[in-house]
């Protein structure tokens, strides 16, 4: 009892399957890719957790540097910044919790 019927559908059916093709994404220049917001985000808390001594920055740092690992699309530059990125996060965390205790901060 349904209103649609098969045979009728496909026969009324515009479409031609064999003119369809597969997508090709166009090539884009390194320069004129977007820029990388995480992995520009990562290096500014990377080194605000660095020179601040802000734990939550350098971890957040760890998280982008993560997150544009993941999206990175130009496989230098962004390799370049995201090392960058992490060894200012993990350079933060070292210090933050195996460096010696700020003056004013009790244990």
């Known amino acids: 009892m349904s209103s649609h019927n098969n045979n009728s559908a496909s026969a009324n059916d515009p479409r031609q399957p064999l003119a369809a093709k597969p997508f090709v994404a166009p090539m884009v220049s390194p320069q004129d890719l977007p820029v990388d917001y995480s992995g520009f985000i990562a290096v500014i808390l ?32 962004d390799l370049k910044q995201i090392s960058m990125a992490s060894m200012f996060a993990i350079m933060g965390l070292v210090t933050n919790y195996l460096g010696p205790a700020r003056p004013g901060s009790q244990s």
């Open 46 to 77: 990377g080194v605000a957790g660095v020179m601040f001594r802000y734990k939550l920055c350098s971890w957040l740092a760890l998280i982008f540097c993560a997150q544009s690992l993941s999206n990175m699309r130009n496989m230098e530059n």
